[in-house]
């Protein structure tokens, strides 16, 4: 079966610091892993997703994480943080096979100090 | 594209009644999906169907939940006989017709249920 953890339920940041999201995955097939956010009252969004190409994938507003198979991880990583990164980060994996039940992780609420 | 609706996007109800949600997907997206979301927690996977065929539930979904996806288009998710345990945010999303569960999910803005 497949599982996401995600270290940290919530995560603050001063503005224009790194900020680091972390996402550990558990999956007895090749794993698609992505990460979604979700603003307050708005639906969720996609990120970004790792699909078995590169191991170091970009995204939307800055974002990148890095696909690690031997750390079972997937974190995700912004350079300089902004006020309106402020908000709920989900990592989440499906089965790389072609099933397309997709698990979510617990999130984590990303805080940005002025 | 219009993105993803959802119908009512707040509904509160008394225990024991029953309840509709309805979703339209994105107009050329043949997979939709429903989650339910508690506070605190991520999305959690109850259904999906592939054009108007139901491909997997999670046990989630007990047998006071039923979804329909009649002709493929918009679904419905129906909770019979409400429980204080049902208040959640039902979210649905819909992704496109590649053959790889890669396909980018897109989520609607959610309908939040509470029973009282």
């Known amino acids: 079966a497949q599982s996401v953890t995600q270290l940290g339920s919530h995560v603050s940041v001063s503005e224009g610091a790194l900020v680091l999201l972390r996402c550990n995955y558990s999956?007895?097939?090749?794993?698609?892993l992505f990460w979604y956010v979700q603003y307050p009252n708005q639906g969720l969004q996609l990120l970004l997703k790792y699909t078995s190409a590169a191991t170091l994938v970009k995204g939307i507003n800055g974002f990148e994480a890095e696909f690690k198979k031997s750390e079972t991880s997937f974190h995700l990583t912004k350079p300089s943080a902004h006020m309106s990164d402020a908000a709920e980060y989900f990592c989440a994996v499906t089965e790389g096979t072609g099933g397309f039940k997709t698990i979510f992780g617990a999130g984590t609420r990303l805080f940005v100090k002025a | 594209d219009t993105g993803v609706s959802q119908d009512p996007r707040h509904k509160i109800t008394k225990r024991g009644q029953n309840v509709t949600f309805r979703c339209d997907p994105i107009?050329?997206?043949?997979?939709l999906y429903w989650y339910r979301q508690t506070l605190g927690q991520g999305p959690e996977f109850l259904t999906y169907?592939?054009?108007?065929?139901?491909?997997?539930k999670s046990r989630l979904l007990s047998d006071r939940f039923s979804a329909e996806r009649p002709k493929g288009s918009f679904s419905t998710l129906e909770i019979q006989r409400t429980e204080q345990g049902d208040s959640a945010m039902y979210l649905c999303a819909s992704s496109g017709s590649g053959t790889l569960s890669t396909d980018t999910q897109y989520f609607g803005p959610g309908t939040r249920l509470t029973v009282l």
């Open positions: 169907f592939q054009n108007e065929a139901q491909l997997e």
């Open positions: 999956s007895s097939v090749p794993p698609y």
């Open positions: 107009s050329e997206h043949n997979r």
